[in-house]
Structures are given as C-alpha cells and as structure tokens.
Nanobody, 119 residues
C-alpha cells in the first residue's frame, strides 16, 4: 500500500506564492513518477505537472508552465510544488498522485489540499 499526504495549501492573494508538499510512505519502491493534479470548482480534474521518481524528467501542463516548479527529495520521499504568481484561476483542490513503474496511469492519490487565491 502506498500512502500520499499533501500539505501546504491555504489562502493567498493574487500574485502570491505557495509551496505544496506531498509525502509518500509505505510501498514507495515501485514509484515511477509523482504528479500534481488539481480540480477547481465546477471543473474537471486537470493535470498540472509530473516528475519521475529519480527527478530526471518533468512534464508541465499548460497551466503550470513558467509559474510552477516541481521538485523531489528522495531522501524524504517528498515531492514539492512551488507555485508563483498565483491567480484566482488557480483556486482548486490540489492532489498528489503516484504512478507505478509498471503502469501508465496515476493510480494512487492523496486526499488533496485546498488552494484558494483571492483577487
């Protein structure tokens, strides 16, 4: 079993920054990639960014390019999402997810952390 716990969400004014964290525990040996997704009010879940477990490759969604940075600290089994220049459109629940090395989809999910950006 793999467990993912996000933290770092909160209320921030437009133009501000937040850093989200996701700690993985349990069966981490099989992780191939970690990703961040988000779901805004009335919207479908959206891919934000992902990184391979060894940190060698990142993929950014359009909403994250130029403003968000993903990083990983394998010694802490933690992935971070640094978000800068936030706008009200970034208001969403942000979910951390993991993809097993042998699979193509993100199958393990955290409970989510709320990010609210006020204008």
């Amino acid at each position: 079993q793999l467990y993912l716990v996000e933290s770092g969400g909160g209320l921030v004014q437009a133009g501000g920054s937040l850093r989200l964290s996701c700690v993985a525990s349990g069966r981490t040996v099989g992780i191939g990639s970690m990703g961040w997704f988000r779901q805004g009010p009335g919207k479908e879940r959206e891919f934000v960014v992902s990184v391979t477990w060894n940190g060698g490759r990142t993929i950014y969604g359009d909403s994250a390019k130029g403003r968000f940075t993903i990083s990983i600290d394998n010694s802490k089994n933690t992935v971070y999402l640094q978000m800068n220049d936030l706008g009200p459109e970034d208001t969403a629940i942000y979910y951390c997810a993991a993809r097993n090395k042998l699979r193509s989809s993100f199958d393990d999910w955290g409970q989510g952390t709320q990010v609210t950006v006020s204008s």
